[in-house]
């Protein structure tokens, strides 16, 4: 309850165990890592000796996506004007972890500083579990960076925590600027098989509607189309008018304080109500 502001998690989207390979073995051994250098040099590190079966992951990540990553995460935090906080555990995972917090430092020491401290925006590094606890006593209104496997975990505690996973938007941002707005939370079956069946369902569309008002505003931004942006705009506060009235799907009403009148309805009669007060914003 103590939420207030929007919490954005930016998410690294590339490597580590989403990139790892891994195998089982069924023996007493050794397994070992080694690299092999374009030069012809070799870099070998013991990873366990094992007196049994046993099962292997190796990870990799790339200096220039991670410093991909922290570019990407100084620039937004700059242009939405929001602090960016940066979490991994070096601690344990020195050499791994570690050249994560080095670049990052790096790239705000020499490209980010001076406007940060001009703007008034804060940027600190701590360890992943810090990084939970001062999340769940805050207020929000900051960026949060995470690896890859943090950010997929969560990104899910924050969005439920908020009310549901369907409230959650997301949008993937490439090294060039280019755009992908999408409804992170994925499909949801079951409600689609009822729906096959002709029967009704209470499923939440927001993350949906608002992947669309996203990238109709980023089109209209690239187009100089500002009746596109004000279209997008427009849609997202029908939304938010729509729920601020009371109407919502199932999984937002057992949400809902006493004191507030709520009123469950189905995808169809929820979609319908959005598409009223969009209809009276644009006349």
């Not at 991994?88 to 500083?113: H, L, N």
């Not at 992943?128 to 949060?144: L, T």
């Not at 600027?177 to 009822?194: D, I, L, P, S, W």
Request: proline share 2%; net charge negative; aromatic share 12%.
């Amino acid at each position: 309850k103590n939420w207030k502001r929007p919490i954005t998690i930016a998410r690294h989207a590339y490597g580590d165990v989403y990139k790892s390979v891994d195998f089982r073995t069924d023996e007493p051994g050794e397994c070992v890592m080694t690299f092999r250098g374009a030069s012809g040099a070799e870099h070998t590190v013991s990873v366990q000796k094992v007196d049994g079966p046993a099962v292997w992951q190796g990870a990799h990540n790339k200096d220039k996506s991670i410093r991909s990553f922290a570019r990407a995460c100084f620039q937004y935090a700059i242009d939405t004007r929001q602090d960016l906080w940066f979490s991994t555990k070096d601690t344990i995972a020195k050499v791994y972890d570690g050249e994560f917090k080095k670049i990052f430092e790096e790239e705000y020491e020499a490209r980010y500083k001076a406007e940060f401290e001009k703007l008034g925006l804060t940027y600190f590094y701590t360890l992943i579990d810090d990084a939970v606890a001062r999340v769940i006593r805050s207020e929000g209104g900051y960026i949060w960076a995470c690896k890859n496997y943090d950010g997929d975990v969560m990104t899910d505690m924050v969005s439920t925590a908020f009310g549901s996973l369907a409230m959650m938007t997301s949008v993937l941002v490439a090294p060039d600027g280019t755009m992908e707005f999408e409804a992170a939370h994925g499909t949801v079956t079951r409600h689609y098989y009822k729906y096959l069946k002709g029967e009704e369902t209470s499923t939440n569309p927001m993350a949906t509607i608002f992947a669309w008002s996203g990238a109709l505003k980023r089109r209209g931004e690239l187009d100089g189309l500002p009746e596109l942006v004000h279209f997008g705009e427009k849609l997202e506060e029908a939304c938010y008018d729509t729920l601020n009235a009371g109407v919502m799907t199932k999984d937002l009403v057992g949400l809902v304080e006493p004191g507030f009148a709520a009123t469950a309805v189905t995808s169809k009669e929820f979609l319908n109500a959005i598409a009223g007060r969009l209809a009276e914003k644009l006349a």
